[in-house]
T-cell receptor
Framework: DAKTTQPTSMDCAEGRAANLPCNHSTISGNEYVYWYRQIHSQGPQYIIHGLKNNETNEMASLIITEDRKSSTLILPHATLRDTAVYYCIVCGGSNYKLTFGKGTLLTVNP | GAGVSQTPSNKVTEKGKYVELRCDPISGHTALYWYRQSLGQGPEFLIYFQGTGAADDSGLPNDRFFAVRPEGSVSTLKIQRTERGDSAVYLC?????????????FGPGTRLTVL
């Protein structure tokens, strides 16, 4: 699976949009971009995934660049409960192993 | 509805002892996964079950680790002759059949401490 690079940490003000970047320059054509998050002392939680089109659900939006070498997870109105480690994972559609890096610690400040 | 549950939530044991960690997946989820998370790191894949059989156990670190899922539902991760380096949070996840990595539902984990 392609390797991903994320910033170690980010801060965001409550109520503002949080934009979390991820680089995956070696992604191959059949690999998806997945985002999970892990709130302190809990198991990871699925957020969203995409192949090449932008995706939106009730939790977030995923913007994937046209060359698919990077993506951005957008939390449109961050709340204090969104403080968590966010993991960007690249994985083939038939694969089942999630390969987690160290992720980005997002801290939402009041 | 009920999510993935794991018991115990915390386990403290002594070096050399045997431990069992239990995972109850979401009802109807035929795929079950075990991960291990060390402090400050992301979760690391251990083993994947599809039904009763281990489809991929390539992440198990050595032969002291073993997992079973005899009836295709509850799974038990077994660790023999525990070592201090086995201390970690052990996470279990489950997913619907055919879903691959689309959405794995994780339990809260079991924190294992080996003294």
């Amino acid at each position: 699976d392609a390797k991903t690079t994320q910033p170690t940490s980010m801060d965001c003000a409550e109520g503002r949009a949080a934009n979390l970047p991820c680089n995956h320059s070696t992604i191959s054509g059949n690999e998806y971009v997945y985002w999970y998050r892990q709130i302190h002392s809990q198991g990871p939680q699925y957020i969203i995934h995409g192949l090449k089109n932008n995706e939106t659900n009730e939790m977030a939006s995923l913007i994937i660049t046209e060359d698919r070498k990077s993506s951005t997870l957008i939390l449109p109105h961050a709340t204090l409960r969104d403080t968590a480690v966010y993991y960007c994972i690249v994985c083939g559609g038939s694969n089942y192993k999630l390969t987690f890096g160290k992720g980005t610690l997002l801290t939402v400040n009041p | 509805g009920a999510g993935v549950s794991q018991t115990p939530s915390n386990k403290v044991t002594e070096k050399g002892k045997y431990v069992e960690l239990r995972c109850d997946p979401i009802s109807g989820h035929t795929a079950l996964y075990w991960y291990r998370q060390s402090l400050g790191q992301g979760p690391e894949f251990l083993i994947y079950f599809q039904g009763t059989g281990a489809a991929d156990d390539s992440g198990l670190p050595n032969d002291r680790f073993f997992a079973v899922r005899p009836e295709g539902s509850v799974s038990t991760l077994k660790i023999q002759r525990t070592e201090r380096g086995d201390s970690a949070v052990y996470l279990c996840a489950s997913s619907l059949p055919g879903q691959g990595v689309t959405e794995q539902f994780f339990g809260p984990g079991t924190r294992l401490t080996v003294l």
